[in-house]
């Protein structure tokens, strides 16, 4: 996703997810070399929480994009062209 899409997909998480508030949140810029994308990433801290994933799966469906749990940690990301969206 470009920086437009990616601060337009943080909006949503702010307005539909109350419980983001206090998590840590990055917005990692594109490298070549990463194995999910290599677009704009968006990372929330998840500190184990069951329902922070449901509703980011939710709005990264809503904008084609996929996610992916990795060390208490939820990434928010537009896969390769040649990958599925789970």
């Known amino acids: 996703m470009d920086r437009k899409q990616a601060?337009?997909?943080?909006?949503?998480l702010f307005e539909q997810c109350d419980w983001i508030e206090g998590?840590?949140?990055?917005?990692?810029?594109?490298?070549?070399n990463n194995a999910l994308s290599n677009t704009f990433q968006i990372y929330i801290e998840t500190n184990g929480d069951d329902v922070?994933?449901?509703?980011?799966?939710d709005i990264a469906k809503e904008?084609?994009?996929?996610?992916?749990?990795k060390?208490?940690?939820v990434i928010v990301y537009k896969p390769y062209p040649n990958m599925n969206i789970t």
């Open 52 to 57: 922070v994933p449901s509703c980011i799966r």
């Open 23 to 32: 998590k840590s949140i990055k917005l990692m810029p594109p490298k070549e």
């Open 63 to 69: 904008n084609g994009l996929n996610f992916k749990e």
């Open 7 to 12: 601060v337009y997909v943080l909006k949503q």
């Open 71 to 73: 060390d208490r940690c």
